[in-house]
């Protein structure tokens, strides 16, 4: 299960940050380290800074996009503070290790991490089913790339090696892996404009309470076929563009 999550990191602008985090990810047995656009090389200071996890600084794939890197993924959560400009399914740390260690046995789930200075973009939020905060003291509430990374990793093993000491194995749900959200939003969106119900030239607003209304509701694999076989019949009753 620990081999198939994901630790994402956006836009690293410092070395030695990608070789602390992938020393806090072995220490918890994690080893898939996904580095979207990093505005950094992985140098003799990663490795000085990894330590004995050298070999997953080294091997860390390296993407242009964020959907690159989640595409496969059927779990995507984003760290970063409680927004109140972008209300989004938000999980403790516990939570999240939770689902991670069941869901983490049927697909690969990912874990983001945004840029050290400005973390994530709100577009990047919105590509996660749900956001993590860690309730850091509020008078002193900061955390390091590799100390969040750390955080998170401990809570997904401590969840996983729970599970196998428990002996009790959990049915988990089919869930559509990211790309195929995704393809059900464009979808989604190109049916609700045909029929006006949005203005073509304004739907950023209503598709991201939308988008935020399935997150919620995580729906599997078979009900997101389900919601496009009906888009699907939406559309042959609409009037044909000559």
């Known amino acids: 299960m620990l081999d198939n999550v994901k630790v994402i990191l956006i836009g690293t602008s410092h070395p030695g940050n990608i070789g602390s985090a992938a020393r806090a990810m072995k220490v918890m047995g994690l080893s898939q380290l996904v580095l979207v656009k990093p505005e950094c090389e992985v140098d003799a200071q990663t490795r000085a800074l990894a330590a004995g996890a050298a070999d997953i600084a080294q ?13 496969d993924c059927g779990l995507v959560v984003g760290s970063s503070a409680r927004s109140r400009t972008l209300e989004w399914p938000m999980l403790e740390p516990r939570e999240c290790g939770e689902k991670f260690a ?18 994530l973009t709100n577009e990047e939020l919105q590509a996660c089913h749900y956001h993590v905060c860690i309730p850091a003291n509020p008078e002193y509430s900061s955390l390091n790339l590799a100390m969040a990374v750390q ?17 009790y194995p959990t049915r988990v749900e089919e869930y559509p892996r990211h790309k195929e959200l995704e393809m059900f939003y464009e979808h989604l969106e190109k049916v609700i404009t045909s ?44 009037p044909s563009k000559k």
């Open 59 to 71: 091997n860390a794939v390296i993407v242009d996009s964020l959907e690159e890197a989640v595409a």
């Open 195 to 238: 029929t006006q119900f949005i203005a073509q030239d304004k739907p950023n607003m209503v598709m991201t309470k939308l988008r935020r209304l399935f997150n919620r509701a995580r729906p599997e694999s078979q009900e997101i076929n389900i919601l496009r076989g009906i888009l699907t019949s939406v559309e042959k009753q609409l």
């Open 102 to 119: 069941i869901e983490g046995e049927n697909h690969p789930v990912a874990l983001i991490f945004g840029r050290e200075r400005t973390g």
């Open 151 to 167: 955080t998170l990793s401990y809570e997904v093993r401590v969840a996983h090696l729970n599970r196998l000491q428990s002996g």
